[in-house]
Each structure stands twice: as C-alpha cells, then as structure tokens.
C-alpha cells in the first residue's frame, strides 16, 4: 500500500477552480473519481490528516498512488465531466448504488423488425423498452391480458422462423393472441403500430385506449354486431383490469418519481415509487456503501446521475417532476442536465405536504426496511467472504491482501481440442467480464503441464505489454472543455472524455494465481512467470484427489481444514474455471466434429462444396477425379476444380486427414 505523502501533489500546483479530479493506482487504473467547486480544497482534505478518513477513503488514498485533475469552466462541466468519466473509468470506490435484487420488467423490442414483447432481467438493451419493474406473478398476468387486446409477438426467435418456415403459425397465434406476422396475417408496420400502441398503453395513456374501444363498443351495437361488440366489451374489461390493479396515490395527471433514502455510517438504501397517471407503475430499490463522508444532498445527486444517465431508455420517461427528500447539490446544474436528456423542462423538488408528502413517506418506510433486510442478508455473506480470503492469505503465508485471484484450468480429451480457462475473482466475488479462454495448440498441447506453462506466459506477456502501453501519469492538467475540440496538453488522449481510454484487457494483474494440478503444474506456471521476470504474483496448485494445496518448489503440500472457509472457496474457483474450459472445450470439439477436408479449398464455399458431395456421393469419388471430371459438378469451373485436386492432394497422408460428415445425412464420409 502506498503513504499518500509520496504522491500528494504541492499545494501551489492544485488551482481553486471547479474540476474533476482522479486517483490512479500503481497499474495505472482509475480507481476514484470526484468533482469540486475548489480543487485544493477537495485535494488538500485527502492528504491532511489521512489517519481521521473513513475507512474506505482510507483504503482509497492508500491503494491510490497518483492523483491528477481537470479544470472546467463551471460546475454544470464537471457534473457532465464527473459522469462521463465514472460510467468510461467504472472506478471501484466510486459510490455505485447497486439494485438491491433483480427486478423483472416488461419489455419490448423496439429495434427488432418485428418488436417482442417479453419479461427481461439484468442488463438493458440498446433498442427495448422496458416497463416496471414488477413482481414476477404481477408481470405475467399483465402480459397475458394485454396480449388479447394487443397481439404483440411473444415467441421466441427460434419459433418464430420455424413458425416462418413451415407456413403454420404457433398456439398463441390460434387463440388470437399473436396477430401473427411470421405468416403474414399482418405487415411488419401494422405489428409495428401495435408495438406502439402496446408501449403507449403501459406509458400511462390507458383511458386512450379504453375511451377508444368503448366508442367502436357502441358503434358495434348500432350496428347490430353483436358479436364484435361482445369482444370489443372483454377487450374493455381487460384494460381496465390491468389500469385498476395500481392503486391511484396522487392527481391523475401526475407523472413523478418519488425518491426517498434510509441510511447509517456505512451504507444507504434508497427506494423509488414510479407514478405516472396518479398511479404507482412501479418500484425499484439500491444499496450503495458510502466511500466519503458524503451528505444526503451528495448521495441524491450521484443517484440521479447514475438512474437517467446511464440509459437512453430511462433517458425517454424522465418524468416532469422528480421529488426528493433533500434537494441534492448543484441543484440548478442537475436540473438543466436533466431537462436537456428529457428534452423539456424536469423540476426537482421536495415536497412539504400533501398528497406528495405521505406518498414519500411511504417509500421512506419501504428504504428503511430495505436496509435491514440487506444488512441482514449481506452479514453473513461479508463475514464468510472475509474469513476465506483472510485464511487462504494466512495458511499461504502471502504478505498482501488477496484483492484479486485467477485461476486456470486445461480441459482436452485424449490430447485433442485442447483449451484453457482463465476465470477471475475479486475481493471473493467471480468477475466475469475478466474471464477468458485460450486455445492451445502445437508443441504446448503435448501435455498438461506444456499447456499450463504456455497459457501463463501468454497471459502475463499480454500483461506486460498492456503495462508498457499505458499512458505515463503526471501530476495534473488544465482543459477547457467549452472549447470544440479542446484536448489536455499535458495527458494523452485517453483523459480526454471524448476518446475513451483503449481496453487494455490484462494490464492488472492477480495478487495471487490458482492452477488446477498438483505440484509439476505450479512449477510450470511459475517458471514461466520467472521467464518474464515477474516476481510479485504468488502461485499455488489445488490438486483434486486430496485436495491439497501445492507450492512452488515445495515436497510437501498445504494442508487445510476440511472445514476451512478458505478451502472452500479455492474449491468454488477451481470448479468454476473447470465449468468454463468444459463448456469450451465442447464448442470447440462440436465444431471440430463438423469440419470436412473441403473446408480448406479458396473459393469453396457452402453450396458448392454441398453440390461437389451431392454430385460425386463421398469425399473418396471427389479426391479420385479429375479436373475435368469435377467440371461435371455445378458451379464448378476449372479454376476451382484445380483448386479441389492441389488441396486433396496436400491432404493424403492418412494421419492429417479429418474425417468429413454429410451435413444431410449424418454420415461420416470415406476419406
């Protein structure tokens, strides 16, 4: 860890001007970055008395080993500046308020040609519109009843084409609950419109829509069209099911995010009630650990940053109000910001009584609860956590912290398809986005150990070079970003908002690695970390039949507790990188399974070389003819057919040939 002495910047040096400032740590890595009215101030507080920080700040400054700053013309620049950098930089002790459970929406796919109406969770998608979030049962009720008046596709891509293919719609579209586009019953506008008016209906403009039915009701029965009213009335019916089941808390015309926060020393809990309409559409809770002493009006506003910010979706039902319990800082900048994402004016308030205030108070009650029930949950979790990573660096006798672990595996069968598997965890938790996979081949596939020492070296070469690619740190910069096309002369471009910062994929490196093997595949792996003079990263081996943990150059193996949280949690990472070289080694080995010697010929495409079998029945009639003979084939021409015999003849050594499968039949050609 570093003294936060040997990096902090002169006091002359900082300006008293609004900026956005970074803390970077000894990889290079953005790990903080903050706003301020006066950047010596800000700066100065971190490096007086660091002894007095919170214990994250303290983490923060300790971990950090440079700190570098951006001066901005106003304040409203560095809440854009601030923001733009946290969603590129993704620093890990910024405060992220996290959902406090995975929520299911409504959404449909409006970027699709023809748009789906389905329940999603996780990550937003650039196209679909999501509506809720819900509760599971509430949700597909929903669905299902809204389906009847607008038969929106439902069915998954791969029904829909053979749906598509076979001429015959699915069930859905037989009890009229798809309008069926894969046949044609409708043009892909007219699925559109109703995609629209699907949207529009779950946007709050039911009484539209249900005013609209009631009127062709009507029109029904004067016309005698008994049978087309009866439908038009269960349509009505429907409609005002799913309109009735919120309950009506503000003026029908309110269309507000209610937001309210219960917190402690540590952490905050934070709740939203969506209503639009008067009515409450939907809810949505996070939980966000504290990194600073930060108030409640600086809490609001990173949570109204990160909220509409971070989707053009979101983006697209910012409501006309946004009430709060603390009008958050920066209040005026926030609120221009916000209205130039809606695209019209947003006002940010905070209600003093009335309807708007006991509303508030509801979702105050739902944030409090929220953190009990997370600090109950996350008790254990942390606790456990903690022990294992504190055990493992004990029993290993490593004398830092085990902030970041890697583990690889090989998986091949017989020798063939051989691959491996990197998966990644941090401060005990997987992170997947690191993962990756390496396909081994050559002189390194020969045996386990060959292809553990191969895939280290190339892991951590590709460390090294993303190291020496990254840009130098200095101690500060001065940008004005009003100007068009303003760039920072004292840093490369990657600091400039405008051009994101290349993906160095591997330029940060484990405090410790995990191989799947016994004492000569620690050795492998730590001979090729010594070949690239890497002496900082620690290394041992977990081997299945005992369990026993190895050491480099070591007779004996560690021992730990059958009981040991840290045992247990090597266990999950091993088998968690076995689970990931299995599922590549299968995608792998499935391919492999399909490859004819055909493959090969430049300019020997799909359909031709599907004509060549057809015409000539096996791979062993196509390597006996002639040039002319391969002529006879259609599409072929003499080029291509020469072509076929130079690479047939390259390939007759029995040992190189791989065995080529009809893709009709399934049989496996003569070779």
């Known amino acids: 860890m570093a003294d936060p002495a040997s990096y902090r910047p002169q006091t002359g040096e900082i300006p008293t001007t609004p900026g ?12 903080y970055v903050g706003k301020a009215k006066n950047l010596r101030s800000r700066l100065n507080s971190y490096f007086a008395n660091p002894a007095g920080l919170l214990p994250k700040t303290h983490a923060m400054v300790h971990a950090a080993s440079s700190v570098e700053w951006t001066v901005v013309g106003s304040e ?10 946290i969603k590129e930089f993704k620093p890990r002790f910024n405060v992220v308020f996290r959902d406090d459970k995975t929520y299911p929406y409504l959404a449909v796919t409006m970027g699709e040609k023809y748009p789906r109406v389905q329940v999603m969770r996780g990550e937003r998608r650039k196209g679909t519109r999501y509506f809720g979030p819900y509760t599971a049962g509430a949700i597909r009720e929903t669905m299902d009843t809204l389906l009847r008046v607008f038969p929106v596709r439902s069915c998954s891509t791969g029904v829909f084409k053979r749906a598509e293919s ?24 007219e699925h559109r419109n109703l995609a629209e008016d699907f949207c529009s209906f779950m946007g709050g403009e039911a009484k539209r829509f249900i005013g609209r039915l009631e009127k062709e ?42 937001f309210a926060l219960h917190d402690d020393e540590l952490e905050a809990s934070v709740q939203v009630f969506h209503v639009r309409g008067g009515r409450v559409r939907g809810q949505r809770g996070w939980v966000v650990e504290k990194v600073e002493d930060a108030t409640t009006p600086e809490l609001i506003e990173h949570l109204l940053q990160q909220v509409y910010g971070e989707d053009s979706e979101v983006q697209g039902r910012i409501p006309r109000e946004v009430l709060v319990p603390e009008a958050p800082s920066n209040h005026a900048e926030l609120t221009e910001w916000l209205g130039g994402l809606r695209g019209a004016k947003v006002d940010i308030r905070v209600p003093q009584r009335g309807d708007k205030a006991a509303l508030m108070s509801t979702v105050r009650e739902n944030a409090e609860q929220a953190l009990k029930l997370h600090k109950t949950r996350r008790a254990g979790d942390i606790t456990v956590r903690s022990v294992a990573l504190q055990e493992l660096q004990e029993a290993l006798e490593i004398p830092v912290p085990l902030l970041r672990i890697e583990c690889f595996d090989i998986s091949h069968v017989q020798g063939t398809n ?61 940008v004005n970003p009003t100007r068009a096309g303003a760039k920072s002369t004292t840093e490369a471009p990657p600091s400039d908002p405008a051009m994101p910062a290349p993906k160095a994929k591997f330029a940060y490196p484990p405090n410790l690695v995990v191989v799947d093997g016994g004492q000569p595949q620690v050795n492998a792996a730590k001979r090729a970390l010594a070949e690239l003079g890497i002496d900082d990263v620690y290394v041992v081996g977990l081997a299945k039949r005992l369990e026993e943990v190895w050491l480099p150059d070591s007779d004996f193996p560690v021992i730990l507790p059958r009981t040991s949280q840290g045992l247990y949690l090597l266990q999950r990472i091993r088998d968690e990188a076995h689970r990931f070289a299995i599922t590549f080694h299968r995608q792998k080995r499935g391919k492999a399974m399909t490859v004819s010697v055909l493959d090969g010929v430049p300019g020997l495409g ?17 390597k006996a003819a002639s040039v002319e003979e391969l002529t006879s084939a259609k599409g072929i021409g003499p080029a291509l057919a020469a072509a076929v015999v130079q690479h047939l003849g390259s390939t007759d050594d029995p040992a190189g040939a791989v065995p080529a499968i009809n893709m009709t039949t399934g049989e496996i050609l003569e070779s």
């Not at 076979?166 to 506008?189: E, H, N, T, W």
């Open 20 to 31: 956005v400032y970074r803390f970077r740590d000894p990889h290079g890595r953005v790990i």
């Open 76 to 85: 409203l620049e560095s809440l854009q500046l601030e923001y733009t950098w």
């Open 166 to 189: 076979s001429g015959r719609p699915c069930l859905l579209g037989y009890i009229d609950k798809c309008s069926a586009p894969c046949v044609g019953r409708v043009s892909p506008d």
């Open 217 to 258: 009701m009507a029109a029904a029965v004067a016309e005698l069209d008994y049978e087309r009213a009866a439908g038009l009335r269960d349509d009505i019916i429907a409609l005002r099911k799913v309109f009735e089941r919120n309950a009506v808390v503000l003026a029908e015309d309110t269309d507000a995010d209610v």
């Open 418 to 478: 051989v691959v491996a598997s990197m998966v990644v965890v941090e401060d005990g938790l997987p992170k997947k986005a690191d993962y990756r996979k390496f396909s081994i081949t050559g002189a390194a596939a020969a045996d386990d150990t060959a292809a553990m020492h191969d895939v280290l070296t190339r892991r951590f070469r590709h460390y090294l070079t993303d190291k020496a690619a990254q840009v130098p740190v200095v101690s500060g910069e001065i």
């Open 606 to 622: 799909e359909a031709k070389r599907k004509a060549l079998v057809a015409h000539f029945g096996s791979l062993k009639r196509i």
